[in-house]
């Protein structure tokens, strides 16, 4: 897959296209961009994803520094890629493209830049200034533009409609095995292991202390977890914590903390990859520090059967 923050030079005519955020990727951004690909591959076009950064709500909020994503867009990246798609254009959302109305969107840059042919959107897809695009609208566009569109229905698992919002609540809840079934993997957490207070080397379980590599990341719920950490080529079970360490420390702040089993060595300056696989429990707070140490011991034994 190749990526382009401007032009992408494709035959008028072969671009078969689909517009998002796509914040985590999820099994229902799949159903869209799986459509794009087979669409393209059946008649010889060229699938393309149509993204933003940064975030439209970051540039809507002023910026607000506590909003939390799924996804960043290298991880973005990595999945699409995934997906066998051929092209990943990202614009610049800036004050410009935000009060750009959807026709001007769809002649300016799906058609002028892209040469559509076939636009595909969720049924709840809205784009263009305020959101003003319709079916209506857009049936218009495609009227006078010459392509086609086609809207894919919501992917319903249960009772509701998989999106980025309700992913993201359930992360933030502790939810992890509903949310990793919505996303269609494991939560994915990459970050930079920093100095530490050697705090869990004392009490017998060292641990990489993790500084997530992009401050809006979304980080799940406190608790205990199994994971798999990747550092370069090698892969481990892990024990990760995530918490203020309420036993230890009063008022402490939160830190991502993994223990990784059948490591011995100086993780400092190291890039990890995290793999969020199973929740064991939520943080607690003991009366002693070996009441703590007794604790970890059955995480440990839990997580170990866990990941097998």
């Not at 099994?27 to 940064?54: Q, W, Y």
């Not at 809006?216 to 798999?228: R, S």
Request: charged share 25%; net charge negative; with cysteine.
């Amino acid at each position: 897959m190749k990526t382009s923050r401007q032009n992408i030079e494709i035959e008028k005519g072969h671009a078969f296209v689909t517009i998002g955020m796509f914040d985590g990727v999820h099994r229902g951004h799949m159903c869209l961009v799986n459509n794009v690909v087979k669409l393209a591959g059946d008649t010889g076009g060229i699938s393309v994803a149509v993204t933003f950064e940064p975030h439209p709500r970051m540039l809507l909020s002023g910026g607000d520094i506590n909003l939390r994503f799924l996804t960043s867009l290298h991880e973005k990246e990595y999945l699409l890629a995934r997906a066998g798609l051929d092209h990943l254009l990202v614009l610049d959302f800036n004050d410009q493209l935000r009060m750009m109305s959807a026709c001007d969107f769809v002649e300016r840059v799906l058609v002028g830049m892209l040469g559509m042919k076939h636009l595909i959107v969720g049924y709840d897809h809205h784009f263009g200034y305020g959101g003003n695009v319709n079916s209506t609208t857009l049936d218009d566009c495609a009227g006078r533009h010459g392509f086609d569109v086609s809207r894919v229905d919501a992917l319903v698992d249960g009772d509701v409609s998989v999106s980025s919002t309700l992913i993201r609540q359930l992360l933030e809840e502790g939810e992890l095995g509903r949310a990793n079934s919505l996303l269609g993997y494991e939560y994915i957490l990459k970050g930079r292991v920093v100095e530490g207070k050697k705090i869990g080397r004392k009490m017998g379980y060292p641990t990489a202390n993790i500084e997530p590599d992009w401050q809006f990341k979304l980080i799940p719920a406190d608790g205990v977890y199994a994971v798999e950490v990747t550092t370069g080529e090698n892969l481990y079970k892990a024990m990760l914590y995530i918490g203020t360490r309420p036993t230890l420390e009063t008022g402490g702040n939160r830190v991502i903390e993994a223990n990784l089993f059948g490591f011995d060595g100086d993780l400092y300056g190291k890039d990890l990859t995290i793999f969020f696989k199973h929740r064991i429990r939520g943080d607690m707070k003991f009366s002693s520090s070996e009441l703590l140490s007794k604790q970890i011991a059955k995480d440990k034994d839990e997580t170990l059967q866990l990941l097998g």
